[in-house]
């Protein structure tokens, strides 16, 4: 529960103010495309952090990282609620990206890490579909309350439930085991990758985090605004679109924890990359509610089987710590996302949400390609148990 409730903060700490930017835009005199600018400071940031705290975290424990990172968004969310401009917001970005790099890998390491074979599945399955509770709850609570008491406010109490959730994931997630560790040097950091940098499967996978967040991920940094711009919606109507994105995303991490004997793992990645492509494509370019909905909601589900299968692959194949992997690959997933961030304010600023719609696909598309390429003698399957 601990490591589900860390999920829901690590998507809050950076989608949490995108429903609000037009409000925010006109508050602080400034635009859309520059607010979503915080995201791409907020995952570099991360991206950077997260080469040294996954070594780390395997070498000194994964628990306090974790509610540390927590209390970083807390920071971060009540910062932004009581900014007086922008460029407040965007030093706050610091303390964003931070948070990012300690609490979005790091509850796929404690579940890679405490737990083995089916349970370690349900574990990721559980752990990566809470990101989904960010759409589900957290962005339709937040808008109402955004709706009645403004933005502000609705920010501000995200932060304060940020700080509660570190406080419940220091009493509920069990110390980790003591170490008994010589010095950390520099070259530590170094040699915890070396297995990594040699595995070229690994490697692949990486590349394909990193383009489908660029696509999915950089979706959601411009949703709120395309729904209320494009589609017309409050934005309380606009957080409501957000829980039919979650639900989606939420039933494919349920339906990814189950076996899929007769598809190759990395054939299952490929072909939701391009359903996922696909939907967000024609989603943005046909800009009508009644396609909006369930395309946006197939969008969520593929993406979430996606993810998961990534993460389980990772956890099985990979040569390196369930810290370093995992918060690497948090980190690569957030500079996929600044990559989507930085394209899609360069889209929307030359064409509109219809550039949004032909660019960002191409994204997933590329991954789809990189997950096939090259057949690998992995004898991972979700028909097998990690044993194999």
Not at 96 to 119: K, Q, S
Not at 280 to 290: K, P
Not at 351 to 359: D, S
Request: charged share 10%; with cysteine.
């Amino acid at each position: 529960m601990a490591l589900c409730v860390a999920s829901l903060f690590a998507v809050l700490n950076f989608i949490a103010p995108t429903p609000f930017y037009p409000e925010m835009a006109d508050d602080l005199d400034t635009t859309v495309s520059r607010l979503g600018q915080l995201v791409t400071v907020m995952v570099l940031i991360s991206a950077v952090l997260g080469i040294a705290i996954g070594p780390l975290s395997d070498r000194y424990g994964y628990r306090w990282p974790l509610v540390g990172g927590m209390v970083a968004i807390g920071v971060n969310l009540i910062g932004i609620g009581v900014s007086p401009s922008f460029y407040p917001i965007i030093a706050l970005g610091i303390f964003g990206g931070i948070a990012d790099a300690l609490v979005f890998g790091m509850p796929m390491a404690i579940a890679g890490a405490r737990f083995d074979g089916e349970a370690q599945r349900k574990a990721i399955s559980w752990t990566w579909g809470s990101f989904s509770s960010a759409g589900i709850i957290g962005v339709p609570v937040l808008t109402l309350i955004g709706e009645v008491a403004g933005w502000r406010a609705a920010l501000v109490i995200a932060g304060l439930g940020a700080i509660a959730g570190a406080w419940f994931a220091a009493v509920s997630i069990p110390a980790d085991p003591k170490r008994d560790v010589a010095a950390w040097h520099w070259h530590d950091l170094i040699d915890s990758y070396v297995p990594l940098l040699k595995h070229s499967p690994t490697l692949r996978l990486y590349g394909v985090s990193i383009l489908r967040a660029a696509c999915w991920i950089g979706l959601l940094t411009y949703l709120g605004s395309f729904l209320q711009d494009e589609l017309g919606l409050s934005v309380r109507g606009a957080g409501l679109l957000y829980t039919v994105g979650g639900c989606g995303f939420a039933i494919g991490s349920v339906v990814a924890g189950r076996r899929f004997a007769r598809i190759s793992p990395r054939v299952l990645v490929a072909l939701t990359c391009v359903v996922a492509g696909c939907s967000i494509g024609a989603m943005l370019l046909v800009a009508e509610l009644w396609a909006t909905m369930p395309l946006l909601f197939i969008a969520g589900f593929v993406s979430a089987i996606s993810g998961v299968g990534i993460a389980t692959i990772l956890a099985v194949e990979s040569p390196a710590g369930s810290g370093t992997t995992m918060v690497l690959n948090g980190s690569l997933l957030n500079l996929g996302t600044a990559i989507g961030a930085v394209t899609g304010g360069i889209l929307i600023a030359v064409g509109g949400y219809t550039a949004l719609g032909i660019g960002f696909p191409l994204f997933s598309f590329a991954g789809a390609a990189l997950a096939c390429w090259p057949a690998t003698t992995s004898k991972l399957s979700y028909s097998t148990q990690s044993s194999d």
